[in-house]
C-alpha cells in the first residue's frame, strides 16, 4: 500500500503563487508517473500535469506555462509550482501515482491523496 499526503494549499490573491507538495510513504517499490489533478465545484476532476519517472512532463493547456511540476525520486515527494494564479484555478487538488509493487508484478495501480484546497480570490 501506497500513502499520498498532500500539503501547501491555501487562499492566494489573483496573480499570486503557492507551492503544492506531496509525499508517498509505504512499501514503494517502482512509482512510475506522478501527477496533479484538480477538481472545481460541480466539475469533474481534471488532470493539471503529470511527470514520469525519467523527468518528462505534460501540462494541461489551462496550466502550460504558469505551473511547474517536479519529482525527487530519492524522497517519493511531488511538487506543483503554481504562478500567476487565476479565479478559475480554484479547486481541491490531488495528487496522483501509479505504483507497481515488485518486479515481476504486471501492472500499475492508481493512488489518490486526500486533496488540498486552492482558493484564488482577493
Known amino acids: 500500500q501506497v500513502q499520498l499526503v498532500e500539503s501547501g494549499g491555501g487562499l492566494v490573491q489573483p496573480g499570486g503563487s503557492l507551492r503544492l507538495s506531496c509525499v508517498a510513504s509505504?512499501?514503494?517499490?517502482?512509482?512510475?508517473?506522478m501527477a496533479w489533478y484538480r477538481q472545481a465545484p460541480g466539475k469533474q476532476r481534471e488532470l493539471v500535469a503529470t511527470?514520469?519517472?525519467?523527468?518528462?512532463?505534460n501540462y494541461a493547456d489551462s496550466v502550460k506555462g504558469r505551473f511547474t511540476i517536479s519529482r525527487d525520486n530519492a524522497k517519493n515527494t511531488v511538487s506543483l509550482e503554481m504562478n500567476s494564479l487565476k479565479p478559475e484555478d480554484t479547486a481541491v487538488y490531488y495528487c496522483?501515482?501509479?505504483?507497481?509493487?515488485?518486479?515481476?508484478?504486471?501492472?500499475?495501480?492508481?493512488?489518490w491523496g486526500q486533496g488540498t484546497q486552492v482558493t484564488v480570490s482577493s
Open positions: 509505504g512499501r514503494i517499490f517502482d512509482i512510475n508517473t
Open positions: 496522483n501515482v501509479r505504483h507497481r509493487s515488485s518486479s515481476t508484478t504486471p501492472y500499475y495501480t492508481n493512488y
Open positions: 511527470i514520469i519517472s525519467g523527468g518528462s512532463t
